[in-house]
C-alpha cells in the first residue's frame, strides 16, 4: 500500500499524524517539508517518515495532502511539476480559501479535495468539513472520509458552503471566549485560575449538556435566562453591547480572508 504524504509538515500535519496515531492508524505517514530539521519532533512524537526529495516523495503517494500557507499552495505544486514526479491520482488540499478550479489548474489529471480538518483532530475530537471536485470517484471519496474521519467526524458540503464552515467552526472561538470570559470573572472579583475554572465550565459543560440532552438552544436559553434572574441580565447586557454584531463581524471577515486566499 502506498503511504499517505504530506507536502509541508506544520502544524495542522503534526496534529493529524498524532491524531491517526492515537486511533491505531498504523499507515505510512511520508513528510516533505522544505526545511526538514523543523519536523524532526513530528518524527519523533508521530512515527512518520521524513523525505527530503520532493519528487521521490510524492512519488510514494497514494494520496497526497498539501499542507502548506495558502500563498504558497501554487508555488508548492508548481515544484511537484517541474520536478518531474507523477503525481497520484487523489489529491487533498488544507488550504483555506484556495479553489478547486485554482487546483486543478497548478496540478492537472489529478481528483482534487479541500479538507478544513480543525487542530483538535490531535486528540481525536475534530471535525473536517470536505468538498469534492465532481471527478472525484465513489470509492476515492470513501478513502478520505476514512482518514479523516479517524479524527472526528467529517461533513460534506459544496465548495461555496466551505469558506463560511471554515471560519465558523475554527476552536479559535472557543479559546477567545474562554479567554474573554475567563478575564471578565476574574476583573468581577475572582482569582485568575478561578475565573478559569468557572469560564471553562459555563462554555464546555453547556455545550457538553446541549449535545446530550436533545434539548434545542432556544429551550436551553429559555430555562436558563428566568426573567430578572443573575443569566438574563448577564445576557441581556451582553446583547446590548453588541456581542452578536461582534461575532457576526468576525465571521464576516473569516470569510473575506478566504477570498483573499482565493486570489493568490
Known amino acids: 500500500m502506498k503511504a499517505t504524504v504530506f507536502l509541508g509538515g506544520g502544524r495542522i500535519t503534526g496534529a493529524l499524524a498524532a491524531g491517526l496515531r492515537l486511533a491505531g492508524d ?24 521524513i523525505e527530503q526529495d520532493l519528487k521521490s516523495a510524492v512519488e510514494q503517494a497514494g494520496i497526497l495532502i498539501v499542507a502548506v500557507r495558502p500563498a504558497s499552495v501554487k508555488e508548492m505544486l508548481s515544484e511537484v511539476v517541474a520536478c518531474g514526479a507523477e503525481a497520484p491520482r487523489l489529491c487533498v488540499s488544507l488550504a483555506a480559501g484556495v479553489p478547486l478550479r485554482n487546483l486543478q489548474t497548478w496540478l492537472p ?13 490531535r486528540i481525536g475530537r475534530g471535525f473536517t468539513p470536505v468538498s469534492f471536485d465532481r471527478g472525484v470517484m465513489k470509492k476515492d471519496r470513501a478513502r478520505v472520509r476514512e482518514i479523516f474521519e479517524l479524527v472526528g467526524p467529517v461533513l460534506e458540503l459544496p465548495e461555496r458552503q466551505l469558506d463560511a464552515i471554515t471560519a465558523a467552526a475554527s476552536p ?8 474573554a ?13 478561578t475565573a478559569l475554572i468557572a469560564a471553562a465550565h459555563a462554555l464546555s459543560n453547556g455545550i457538553v449538556y446541549w449535545r446530550e440532552s436533545g434539548a434545542s ?21 451582553m446583547d446590548k453591547a453588541g456581542y452578536r454584531r461582534a461575532v457576526a463581524s ?5 470569510v473575506k480572508q478566504c477570498r483573499r486566499n482565493a486570489a493568490t
Open 26 to 49: 498504523r499507515r505510512e505517514i511520508v513528510v516533505y517539508d522544505r526545511h526538514p530539521e523543523k519536523v524532526r519532533a513530528l518524527r519523533r512524537e508521530s512515527r512518520v517518515e
Open 181 to 193: 470570559l475567563a478575564k471578565a470573572a476574574h476583573d468581577a472579583g475572582l482569582e485568575r485560575k
Open 217 to 237: 438552544l432556544d429551550e436551553l436559553l429559555h430555562e436558563a435566562a428566568t426573567p430578572g434572574g443573575i443569566a438574563a441580565a448577564t445576557m441581556a447586557a
Open 250 to 254: 468576525g465571521i464576516r471577515a473569516g
Open 109 to 121: 489529471e489529478t481528483q482534487w479535495v479541500r479538507a478544513m480538518p480543525s487542530p483538535v483532530c
Open 172 to 179: 479559535t472561538h472557543g479559546y477567545h471566549a474562554l479567554a
